[in-house]
């Protein structure tokens, strides 16, 4: 996959992801029709369903706020036959009938129940829709639209509140798969999207995902449907030690810390200054992690003791046994260099997209390892903290001494960014509006720290922002960019998808989006300039997305990053 080493790929992935978020009013569906059967990756292409080379949705999240953990979900699995095109009536490899596609979700249920050792049921309830069109090569322009179609008729189908735990009116995981007659049309491709209110993703009933038994694939998928992002890409270094990146494997892989803390299944101990001994337990047993800050919010390590399953799931990766040191950037991707999520390697050193050696894991008479090992910040390349020694206790735990260093200040960019400075207007800043319609304010009322904000109210929709142009840049170096936003009556919907945020003007580069009524949030970016200019906006609205609402920013931060290769 190659690299997407420059501002113009980065451009053009967000722009293709933005492209994914396809809403339409629901329309007249089928009856109720539902099997209860207890019972990814997104690299789509007809041919190979979830799993093929090429990634459908590149943007973190799909926007969703990471779920909180329950003891069950619900997701439907849809067979979408045409007016012409029964599931039944196909006659080669693959699913042809609801006894197949029931097998395979149990074994999609087991996995998941392993993934959370036990903590967490994923039940997959099969139903039917039936398409008003005959299979062929244009029954629908693109994947946007058949997935529009099949999405309504899901709603009109099942009790939305049933698979909708997070409440937002959207249905939490359909995985569809059509009834193709081994055609592998353009519109029925794979991977993970939100339409017409269902978040989902689609494979043909003889996909090589599918012919395949790739269970790995299907439950890559189902994590992205509820908020789950890709591990995989030109600078990952994780490959086997998650599913999602390696989610061909038979049997399946396993989750990271990272993933799990994300789904509220592990809730790290975090670490404090100074010298600590730190005892883990293998995650092949159960789940166990500790996180150590540093002085950026979006920027933190995790670490756990993770041991190859000798057997089973997660069986099929080499035979590593020994403490894994993750460094977690918030903002960024597995496309970007310093990357979403890396693994530092026990002697300094692992290359951008290389799985990762035995010796790359931290543990006692390790010969690659030297002590103490320093992990450092992306921000400047302080010093985070240090593993002084290792040692195991027992069959499964690691003991660890660990020294936390103090926080080195984070150095700030941006001109003005608490917005207390000014005579009549907030300096180095300036109001900016597609329309003349909205209200600009330097706000003494309100603010997140000291003792003002700016703020902006739209009655009508806009575009609306606070800007602030940045000169003397390095093209091509990373920089984050972030800002604290809070809130008011914002309104986002199917044609205004993207509310609040922060964003590099110009382009597509933003982070991701804030609606409703909220206190105070970090928003943050990450983006490489081509030019030694460029212009930063906190930001109410959107190209294509003119929303309502008052919004107020404070504490904007500028920092450049170091990569996590050099």
Same mark, same amino acid.
């Given at each position: ?9 980065? !451009? ?30 997104? #690299? ?27 003891? *069950?979900? *619900?997701?439907?699995?849809? &067979? ?34 392993? !993934? ?10 099969? &139903? #039917? ?20 179609? $099949?999405?309504? =008729? ?21 995985? $569809? ?48 449907? &509820? ?35 994300? !789904? ?14 730190? +005892? ?26 993770? #041991? ?7 069986? *099929? ?50 010969? %690659? ?20 020694? !290792?040692?195991?206790?027992? +069959? ?18 941006? $001109? ?83 509310? %609040? ?12 989006? =804030? ?12 983006? *490489?300039?081509?030019?030694?200019? %460029? ?32």
């Amino acid at each position: 996959m190659p690299s997407t080493s420059s501002l113009c790929r980065v !451009l053009a992935s967000v722009a293709a992801a933005m492209s994914l978020l396809s809403w339409r009013p629901v329309q007249a569906g089928a009856t109720e029709a539902s099997l209860a059967e207890p019972s990814g990756t997104d #690299r789509a292409s007809p041919a190979f369903g979830s799993g093929a080379p090429d990634h459908l949705d590149r943007h973190r999240h799909f926007g969703f706020v990471a779920p909180h953990h329950v003891e *069950r979900r *619900r997701g439907l699995a849809v &067979i979408a036959d045409f007016a012409d095109s029964r599931l039944e009536d196909w006659q080669g490899p693959g699913i042809d009938n609801a006894g197949d596609l029931a097998r395979q979700l149990r074994k999609m249920e087991a996995h998941w129940a392993w !993934l959370s050792r036990g903590g967490e049921a994923f039940q997959w309830n099969i &139903i #039917r829709v039936t398409l008003p069109v005959n299979l062929s090569a244009d029954a629908y322009p693109g994947w946007a639209e058949y997935r529009d179609a $099949v999405g309504a =008729l899901i709603r009109a189908q099942v009790d939305v509140a049933k698979y909708d735990l997070d409440q937002d009116g959207v249905i939490d995981s359909a995985w $569809v798969i059509a009834s193709n007659q081994g055609m592998n049309y353009d519109y029925l491709i794979g991977g993970a999207s939100s339409n017409a209110g269902v978040n989902l993703f689609v494979d043909t009933q003889d996909s090589l995902s599918v012919v395949s038994g790739a269970t790995g694939n299907f439950n890559h998928e189902t994590a992205h449907t &509820i908020g789950i992002p890709d591990l995989y890409g030109p600078y990952e270094t994780l490959h086997y030690l998650t599913v999602m990146s390696d989610s061909w494997a038979l049997p399946p892989q396993d989750f990271t810390a990272y993933e799990r803390s994300l !789904l509220d299944w592990v809730a790290p101990r975090r670490l404090a200054r100074g010298s600590q001994e730190v +005892r883990l337990s293998s995650s092949r047993r159960g789940m166990d992690a500790v996180r150590i800050d540093t002085s950026r919010p979006s920027e933190y390590f995790l670490v756990e003791y993770k #041991r190859r399953p000798q057997a089973g799931f997660g069986s *099929r990766a080499p035979a590593y046994d020994g403490v894994v040191v993750y460094h977690v950037l918030e903002g960024s991707n597995q496309w970007m260099d310093p990357p979403l999520l890396k693994l530092e390697a026990a002697d300094g050193f692992i290359a951008a997209d290389a799985a990762p050696d035995l010796d790359d894991f931290l543990f006692p008479d390790n010969p %690659a390892m030297q002590l103490p090992r320093v992990f450092r910040s992306y921000f400047g390349g302080a010093e985070v903290f240090r593993i002084n020694r !290792l040692r195991t206790t027992g +069959r499964d735990g690691m003991r660890v001494d660990v020294q936390v260093a103090p926080r080195v200040p984070p150095v700030n960019g941006m $001109v003005n960014g608490s917005f207390e400075r000014g005579l009549d207007s907030p300096a180095g800043w300036q109001a900016s509006a597609w329309l003349p319609t909205s209200t600009f304010a330097w706000d003494a009322a309100v603010s997140r720290k000291g003792r003002r904000s700016v703020s902006i109210s739209s009655g009508s929709p806009n575009d609306a922002s606070w800007v602030q142009t940045q000169a003397q840049l390095v093209p091509g170096q990373a920089y984050e960019f972030c800002g604290w936003i809070r809130g008011e009556d914002i309104v986002t919907g199917p044609g205004a998808q993207i509310g %609040a945020n922060v964003s590099v003007m110009g382009g597509f580069v933003l982070s991701e989006s =804030l609606s409703g009524t909220f206190d105070w949030k970090q928003a943050c970016v990450i983006f *490489r300039p081509e030019a030694t200019t %460029a212009t930063l906006a906190c930001r109410l609205g959107f190209f294509g997305s003119t929303v309502t609402g008052r919004m107020w920013c404070d504490d904007m931060t500028l920092a450049p990053l170091r990569s996590a290769f050099d």
